[in-house]
Nanobody, 122 residues
Framework: QVQLVESGGGLVQPGGSLRLSCAVS????????MGWYRQAPGKERELVAR???????NYGDSVAGRFTISRDNAKNTVYLQMTSLKPEDTAVYYC????????????????WGQGTQVIVSS
C-alpha cells in the first residue's frame, strides 16, 4: 500500500506565506508526477501545481507566479511554497501522486492525500 501524509496547512493573513509538504511511503518502485490540487466550498477540485519526475512544472492560472512546487526524490516528498496568499486561496489542499509500485509491472496508479486546510483571512 501507499500512504500520503500532508502537513503545513493552517490560518494565515492575506499576503502571508505557507509551505505544504506531502510525504509518500509504502510500496514504491518509482514516483512519476506529484502535485497539489485544491477544493474550495461549493467549487470543483482544481489543479494548483504539478511536477513530473523530470522536474517539469505547471501551475494553475490563479497561482502562477505566487506558488512554487518542488520535490525531494530522496525523501519521496513534494512541497508547495505559497506566497502572497489571498482569501480566494482558501481551500482544502490535496496531494496527488502517480506511482509505479512494482518493477515487474508498468501500471501507474493515482493516490490522494486526505487534504490539509488552508485559510487565508485577516
Amino acid at each position: 500500500q501507499v500512504q500520503l501524509v500532508e502537513s503545513g496547512g493552517g490560518l494565515v493573513q492575506p499576503g502571508g506565506s505557507l509551505r505544504l509538504s506531502c510525504a509518500v511511503s509504502g510500496t514504491i518502485f518509482s514516483i512519476n508526477a506529484m502535485g497539489w490540487y485544491r477544493q474550495a466550498p461549493g467549487k470543483e477540485r482544481e489543479l494548483v501545481a504539478r511536477i513530473t519526475s523530470g522536474g517539469y512544472t505547471n501551475y494553475g492560472d490563479s497561482v502562477a507566479g505566487r506558488f512554487t512546487i518542488s520535490r525531494d526524490n530522496a525523501k519521496n516528498t513534494v512541497y508547495l511554497q505559497m506566497t502572497s496568499l489571498k482569501p480566494e486561496d482558501t481551500a482544502v489542499y490535496y496531494c496527488n501522486v502517480v506511482i509505479r509500485q512494482y518493477r515487474w509491472s508498468s501500471v501507474n496508479s493515482d493516490y490522494w492525500g486526505q487534504g490539509t486546510q488552508v485559510i487565508v483571512s485577516s
